[in-house]
């Protein structure tokens, strides 16, 4: 029986061991997957921030893109509106030129008329 004992704490001085191993060997194992959680976290944290600061770019320069394509908008219907507004300030010019001319000869024909109607008034006084 001596024999089987010292076998048995052979055994058991044995596994203390070899547990004790798996477990340093576990607990190593845990803080390399915590370091390297650690780092995924804070290259996620690097990410976020990267993607912010991207989204952030993209967002100025499609509002910069959208502001500039509505004051060229504004520019485009504002010239037509300009032109609409000298064509027909041209075509109101060219009419009171015409109606003025028209004016112009009723009355330089009426001019001899009046002048006879003037002399026969002054002459029957």
Do not use: C, W
């Amino acid at each position: 029986m001596t024999i089987q004992s010292s076998e048995e704490k052979k055994k058991e001085d044995h596994y203390p061991d070899s547990n004790a191993s798996k477990i340093q060997n576990a607990i190593s194992v845990l803080s390399e997957m915590e370091t390297k959680l650690d780092e995924l976290s804070n290259q996620v944290s690097d990410m976020k921030r990267k993607l912010l600061n991207f989204a952030e770019s993209e967002s100025d320069k499609s509002k910069s893109e959208v502001i500039e394509e509505a004051n060229r908008e504004a520019r485009e219907a504002l010239e037509a509106v300009r032109r609409s507004a000298q064509m027909e300030a041209n075509s109101i010019i060219a009419k009171g030129s015409s109606d003025m001319e028209a004016l112009r000869s009723k009355i330089s024909g009426k001019v001899s008329g009046a002048v006879d109607i003037v002399v026969s008034s002054v002459q029957s006084f």
